[in-house]
């Protein structure tokens, strides 16, 4: 049975919402900045509108889970738990960097998304054809090029794996390593350009390919994986 599922992607500057209408797929995606909460609910509401859709033939919401920005993921969480809470239907959050992931999960090498975390340090995770090889990492380049290279495996030759870089913070960590000398393994950094990986429409891919919401209820009083502390938590703590 075909589902009727809507998706938000508010991780990062790049903003989407995606919406999933019997067997057609509608998306609205733009540089938001911190536009996120000016742009959200008029795109949702064109997408219906666009796919003569009621909120009410809503099956499900998903979104962007964490890590990433921290006012960007708490507008998305609590646009998408609002909507499910009064539609009465389930949600489900999706770990930001497997969806980042997802489309590379059948190339072979390991693949690293890379969030700009600030502070000198990414949001980054490893995966090998599509199985995450670690936890999220909240690192600087020296702790994630550790872990890349704990990682890689010898080839045919002895020429060793490949590890590639992409997402919003590959180049700035690409360009990190560069400039500490830590460039000996085989890392290339994927410059994407305007090509967009792991926006809402494959959060919409990844809801379909198994039962995202089977679970639904254990995140009800959930939130965002934010991994580190904000800004405002942090000098709290200091000030205290």
């Not at 009410?56 to 979104?63: D, F, M, S």
């Not at 670690?134 to 994630?144: A, F, R, S, T």
């Not at 890349?148 to 002895?158: D, F, K, R």
């Amino acid at each position: 049975m075909t589902m009727n599922v809507l998706a938000i992607d508010t991780a990062t500057d790049h903003f989407s919402v995606a919406l999933a209408a019997g067997h057609n797929t509608w998306l609205f995606e733009a540089d938001a900045g911190l536009r996120h909460s000016e742009l959200i609910m008029d795109s949702i509401d064109m997408l219906f509108k666009t796919a003569a859709l009621k909120p009410e033939e809503l099956n499900g919401v998903v979104c962007m889970g964490g890590p990433g920005s921290f006012t960007g993921l708490r507008i998305g969480y609590s646009t998408a738990k609002g909507l499910a809470l009064s539609l009465g239907i389930p949600f489900a959050p999706i770990p930001t960097l497997d969806c980042l992931a997802r489309p590379f999960s059948s190339l072979p090498g390991i693949f690293v998304p890379v969030l700009d975390a600030k502070r000198k340090a990414f949001f980054c995770a490893l995966y090998r054809e599509g199985n995450r090889l670690c936890p999220d990492m909240d690192e600087g380049p020296v702790e994630i090029v550790r872990t890349i290279a704990a990682e890689l495996s010898p080839q045919a030759g002895n020429a060793p794996e490949q590890a590639l870089l992409f997402g919003p913070g590959a180049e700035l960590l690409y360009d990190r390593i560069a400039q500490l000398q830590l460039n000996d393994l085989a890392i290339a950094s994927i410059k994407l350009g305007k090509l967009r990986w792991g926006n809402a429409a494959t959060l919409l891919e990844m809801a379909r390919e198994k039962d995202i919401f089977a679970n639904s209820n254990e995140y009800n009083f959930a939130g965002p994986e934010y991994i580190r502390k904000s800004d405002a938590e942090e000098e709290a703590r200091d000030k205290r």
